[in-house]
């Protein structure tokens, strides 16, 4: 079987589409300028909430998701994962739905009442809908935020666990799903620390949680550049 298809009902195998879900603060959302190497691709699609429609996905210049519910043109780490994705899959349209906001907690996106829960859930809603009757399937859940949290003592790991939790009740997110955190920078400052060991401590808890270290990406410590 293809691995772009699922199995349903009576064991006939069924073409899918393939969705990401990426949410989180700045560092998703803020790099600015092309990014290095990047040529805009029909078949990296992204949703657009201004159209309400997908659009060609064009970090830097056009639309690579939204910052705060608004289309932006800002990127993070999800632009070069696109490219290498769409190079191991050159016949697939790969479908982005992005939106996070910078210096937000995670708190913003607790069920049911955080605000970023509320505007995420309804983007997501509204992009999915429009790919009734392809099948679409979401194939990789990436979350990048934690610096706003990491202010003394914090507990992170439980609503973290629950966003996973929700994103998999609400977000279409499939159990057996990826889900990729985007480790918090900066180990060295000691409230981060405690963030970045509470990431390490759910991604143990759960086989599907992955942990995506950037400490070493081109940039301002926080922020990607290119």
Known sequence: ????????????AEPSVAVWIASGQSNLITGSGVPDGWTDDSLIKVWSVA???????????????????????????????????RAANPSETLYIISNGKGSSQISLWSRPSGDLWIQTTDII??????LDGQNPIVRLFYWE????????????????????SNARTYWYVPATCRIAIGRTVRPGQSTIKQVRDQQAAVALADPYVYLFDKDDFPGDGLHFTN
């Open 125 to 130: 809603d509204d992009a999915i809908a429009s």
């Open 1 to 12: 079987m293809d691995p772009h298809t699922i199995r349903q009902g009576g064991g006939v």
């Open 51 to 85: 159209a309400g429609d997908w659009v060609t996905y064009s970090p830097g210049v056009g639309v690579a998701g939204q910052s705060d519910g608004v289309d932006n043109d800002g990127w993070g780490a999800i632009a070069n994962a696109a490219k290498a994705w």
């Open 145 to 164: 935020q934690g610096e706003a949290d990491a202010v003394g003592t914090t507990n992170y790991a439980t609503p973290l666990t629950n966003l996973i």
